[in-house]
């Protein structure tokens, strides 16, 4: 039997409660929890004359487990549409979720909240994972999304209308095992949709967010237009995802009013920025290998001035109190999971600092998830998810891609070779 203690060293560690880095400390982790964060000598004298494994990652920075507060685990990544991924038969989704998931592990994400798979595949893929038959993320589910008939991701399996049938769903997903509840409060990318008008009316919606409450769960809204996120704050949504702010014709434009009530209430915004660029930067790839159409400069000229669209406005967000967290998107459009430092990236292009970014996809996601009591830090009696990193993560947010190794549950993952953890990173263009 191997000593369920262990003692972690390395030459920084963040905690994420923290900017000040922590040196010549040690993590003691005891089964799958943290049971003791001091200085070096006193974590010696602990385990003293008791049987424990040395983890020793002098050179390396010591980091809380990211989370990922927006997944598609039964995404692509390669540009196919929701409605063709639909089609796809459940089986071969929850195989495609359980690559993804070990893909997420592998990338420092030990935490993911998922954003809307079709029928159960995820809380399948969940079964197997608990049961240790699979291995991904610690994961936060929602089972698929409530979407009105022919609304957003629809074709997943739960349309509904009506105050009695939303209130019915909703139950039935708590059944099942929903952790939250994620709704499609405007269209998407789905071809029956309208990105630009809201969908449920209002007393569907409150009935929504009303039963999720009385069960203790928090909702979430996808919102590809201003309405849609003015909605969400008449009926106390908790997570306003996307948050773009588009008028009823089609217009950008900023709504100070409605960003100040989102700085105002208790919802966190999702921007997913970098789901946009994606786009852009697929374009862009194809356009180095061939002459583009007409058709597509046009297109990747529009994605390039969405993406700048939404950085512009979530920089205002930020500058306004919003709590912004990062959420990825992927793997949805062309967006693969594995990369959610792009997300984190963009994030901080749009005015976090450093530190900020560094919460965003640590304690603050953990925080907006309502995790943060077992998740998003290292502190004492949280769970000993942690990463192993190269480089200062608060000189650059970029180096939390540059992942040494993965301790979930207080276990070293297995993450296979360098070239297999290679094969899922998308770079620019
Ligand atoms: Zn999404």
Same mark, same amino acid.
């Given at each position: 039997?191997?000593?369920?203690?262990?003692?972690v060293l390395a030459s920084q560690i963040i905690d994420g409660t923290s900017m000040d880095p922590l040196k010549d400390h040690a993590v003691l982790i005891e089964g799958s929890n943290i049971v003791k964060i001091a200085k070096k000598i006193e974590i010696f004298q602990?385990?003293?004359?008791?049987e424990y494994d040395l983890l020793d990652y002098t050179g390396f920075v010591l980091i809380p487990g990211m989370v990922d507060c927006h997944t598609h685990h039964n995404g692509f990544g390669d540009g196919r549409l929701g409605d063709e991924i639909a089609k796809i038969p459940d089986e071969i989704l929850t195989l495609k979720s359980a690559s993804n998931a070990r893909v997420a592990l592998f990338s420092g994400i030990t935490t993911i909240r998922e954003n809307g798979p079709k029928n159960k595949t995820m809380f399948r893929l969940r079964d197997s994972i608990q049961s240790g038959k699979e291995i991904g993320p610690r994961m936060n589910l929602c089972g698929s999304p409530v979407s009105i008939i022919g609304g957003h991701m629809g074709y997943f399996g739960g349309e509904v209308t009506g105050v009695f049938e939303v209130t019915r769903y909703v139950r039935s997903l708590?059944?099942?095992?929903?952790?939250?509840?994620?709704?499609?409060?405007?269209?998407?990318?789905?071809?029956?949709?309208?990105?630009?008008?809201?969908?449920?009316?209002l007393d569907e919606l409150e009935a929504i967010t009303k039963e999720a409450k009385k069960f203790g769960k928090l909702t979430a809204t996808h919102c590809l237009s201003t309405e849609g996120i003015i909605n969400s704050l008449d009926t106390g949504v908790d997570m306003v995802i996307h948050g773009v702010f588009k008028e009823p014709d089609g217009t950008d434009k900023f709504?100070? =009013?409605?960003? @100040?009530?989102?700085?105002?209430? &208790?919802?966190?915004?999702?921007?997913?920025?970098?789901?946009?660029?994606?786009?852009?930067?697929?374009?862009?790839k194809?356009?180095?290998q061939r002459k583009l159409t007409k058709n597509e400069i046009k297109l990747f000229d529009q994605h390039r001035r969405n993406f700048d669209q939404r950085l512009i406005d979530c920089s205002k967000m930020i500058e306004m109190g919003v709590k912004v967290i990062t959420g990825s998107d992927s793997s949805w459009g062309d967006y693969k999971l594995g990369n959610t430092i792009h997300e984190t990236e963009c994030i901080n292009m749009a005015g976090y600092s450093n530190f900020q970014s560094f919460q965003s996809v640590t304690l603050e996601a953990a925080k907006a998830l309502d995790m943060d009591n077992s998740v998003?830090?290292?502190?004492?009696?949280?769970?000993?998810?942690?990463?192993?990193?190269?480089? =200062?993560?608060? @000189?650059?947010?970029?180096?939390? &891609?540059?992942?040494?190794?993965?301790?979930?549950?207080?276990?070293?993952?297995?993450?296979?070779?360098?070239?297999?953890?290679?094969s899922y990173i998308q770079s620019p263009p």
């Open positions: 039997m191997r000593p369920s203690k262990k003692v602990i385990v003293e004359n008791q708590i059944k099942e095992g929903a952790d939250y509840i994620k709704i499609t409060q405007t269209g998407g990318t789905t071809k029956t949709s309208s990105p630009l008008l809201p969908a449920f009316n709504r100070e =009013d409605v960003a @100040e009530r989102l700085a105002e209430s &208790r919802a966190f915004v999702n921007p997913t920025l970098h789901v946009f660029r994606a786009r852009a930067w697929e374009m862009e194809l356009g180095l998003g830090s290292l502190e004492v009696g949280k769970k000993a998810d942690m990463v192993v990193i190269k480089g =200062d993560p608060l @000189e650059d947010i970029g180096n939390l &891609r540059n992942v040494f190794e993965v301790i979930f549950n207080g276990e070293i993952i297995n993450r296979g070779s360098k070239d297999s953890n290679m």
